[in-house]
């Protein structure tokens, strides 16, 4: 339990720009119509200058 807050603790840390720049929060919803019906996805991610990591649904 312990491990998780120290994780945690740092991560809102690297958030908040106590390090540098912030990370910025990105995502998105995607709607599509196709024939055989209509789909939905989903994206979240973060960026932090050239680096960006994200997690497709």
């Not at 998780?4 to 540098?20: N, R, T």
Request: charged content about 10%.
């Amino acid at each position: 339990m312990m491990k998780k807050l120290v994780i945690l603790g740092a991560f809102l840390l690297a958030a908040c720009g106590v390090d540098g720049e912030p990370v910025q929060p990105t995502g998105g919803v995607n709607v599509s119509l196709s024939p055989s019906g209509v789909g939905l996805g989903a994206n979240v991610g973060l960026k932090k200058g050239p680096l960006r990591i994200g997690l497709g649904l």
